[in-house]
């Protein structure tokens, strides 16, 4: 069985990345009128300057086997035991080959990486520099997916490519003004039509309905919530028109959406637009970052290393090839764009013998870096940076793409490495 650890390349239906702090809005009125000044600070839309080269960006969403994660690639899906989220699908489902104890077993234990959202006609709803900038700095904008995307090995002129492959076929909105849009108008309608079932509005007066979730729209109702991004990051992602088009009707944007047509008028969408794009919004909130643990003075070995860390997420992408149906996970034989490393940590021999440097040479992962920390621990370490909002630009935070490993079972790992790794 294969569970690979990676995360979502873009972000899907209604929302997108961003976060910097606004200037206040008017409650009422033209929205027109506060539409150019609601971003001070954001970075620049730069979607008119010249498109990347969208052949090689073609070339590249192979190259980082998007298709093991995303449908609307342009490419067939990965096989099922090279498909990150797939075979945990099947195996909900019941459609994995397996015993039923086992598939019982498995499904106890499948958090992540059960949903993800598509990139068809991600063109129609996000805007192309957008896309670029999340490819290059991934943010988490769905606070109910546990999963997000990773850090991909991908430069900035890369970026550019791909996003010039993505939105190859978009299509600019027919222009819409929003003079004499009203954003309390539109913050009442997002009450009314239940936008908070599904959705939060970080920075902005909390919307009725979590209570409710998941709500009972789409025929996966717990999928829909899961695939709900922050709708503080709406502005940054779309433009007024192609939001007001979006609102009227998401399905004629994106066929595969599970976002439900809300029955707007034309003026309501263009109300619930301004508040969107104008609501006065409180900076982000800093994420608090883990706690680390002292060392612990009873002996940990490798069974209870392997037992209670690698094996629950590691060894997905660094294993032999038997455990992986094939390979040995992108952290071993290579992909997702990601070199050959070498790196198997299915057992006490496999984590002895190291990773493969850019050289092709051996290296321990149990060398102290700058910090202190040895090279394993210090990427888990990492990971628990990124999910703090700090990313260390020189080290990769493990497990790509998912959550960061507990306090206590990054204590367990530190722990067995400063007792000399007893087996």
Known sequence: ???????????????????????????????????????????????????????????????????????????????????????????????????????????????????????????????????????????????????????????????????????????????????????????????????????????????????????????????????????????DRLGPAELVRWLLDPKAQKPDTVMPSLGLTPAEARDVAAYLITAPLAPEAPRPHAPRLPLLARRVSFEEVELRVLRKTCRHCHSEPDYALGDGGPGNSGGLGFAPRGLNLGSYGGVAAGSLDDHGERRSVFTPQPNGASRLVGSLLARQDEEAGRPDPNVRGMPLGLPAVTPEELQIVESWVAQGRPQ
């Open 1 to 235: 069985m294969r569970r690979l650890v990676v995360g979502i390349v873009a972000a899907a239906e209604f929302a997108a990345c961003g976060g910097e702090e606004r200037a206040p809005a008017p409650a009422t009125g033209a929205a027109s009128a506060v539409v150019a000044q609601a971003a001070p600070g954001a970075q620049a839309d730069d979607d008119t300057a010249p498109p990347g080269d969208a052949d090689r960006g073609k070339k590249l969403v192979l190259r980082f086997e998007c298709n093991r994660c995303h449908d609307g690639t342009g490419f067939a899906a990965a096989a099922q035991d090279r498909h990150c989220v797939r075979c945990h699908q099947d195996i909900l489902a019941g459609r994995f080959s397996a015993p039923a104890d086992t598939l019982a077993r498995w499904r106890g234990n499948l958090v992540t990486l059960r949903e993800v959202p598509s990139l068809v006609s991600i063109g129609a709803i996000a805007k192309r520099a957008w896309i670029e900038r999340f490819l290059i700095d991934p943010r988490d904008v769905r606070p109910h997916l546990a999963s997000t995307m990773p850090r991909l090995a991908i430069t900035r002129a890369e970026a550019h490519d791909v996003a010039a492959y993505l939105t190859r076929d978009a299509h600019p909105a027919p222009p819409v003004s929003l003079a004499g849009a009203d954003p309390a108008r539109g913050r009442a309608l997002v009450e009314t039509r239940g936008c908070g079932g599904c959705h939060e509005l970080s920075g902005a007066a909390p919307l009725p309905g979590a209570d409710q979730r998941p709500a009972a729209f789409a025929p996966d109702p717990r999928t829909q919530v899961a695939l709900a991004p922050d709708l503080r990051f709406t502005r």
